[in-house]
């Protein structure tokens, strides 16, 4: 096996270890441009990649139990992004620490 080469040495290490790098970036960029709660939600759509990608790569079986929590997945998602604040507030400093004051905080 591939335990003893060093990760560096494996092209497919390599290649998903950019893509990580590259998706953070691009992430770090998206929180940028729009709601927290909008983009946040988003990330749970990963469990969906990384189940087919292991379905590509790995040769593993999707099963009627990973497939029901795919489509529970994208159906929390969808409500989640639908029914999210799609206003977007920016507090001064006083501010937060005034709304963190509040006992609903706690």
Not at 42 to 70: P, Q
């Amino acid at each position: 096996g591939n335990e003893s080469v060093s990760p560096w040495r494996q092209p497919r290490w390599v290649a998903g270890f950019a893509c990580v790098l590259v998706g953070s970036v691009i992430d770090f960029m998206a929180f940028g441009l729009a709601p927290q709660s909008l983009l946040a939600p988003l990330g749970a759509l990963s469990l969906v990649w990384n189940l087919f990608m292991a379905n590509y790569l790995l040769n593993e079986k999707c099963t009627r139990t990973d497939i029901f929590a795919v489509c529970l997945i994208f159906a929390g998602t969808a409500l989640t992004v639908i029914f999210a604040n799609h206003e977007e507030r920016e507090f001064t400093l006083p501010q937060l620490k005034a709304l963190y004051r509040e006992p609903r905080m706690m």
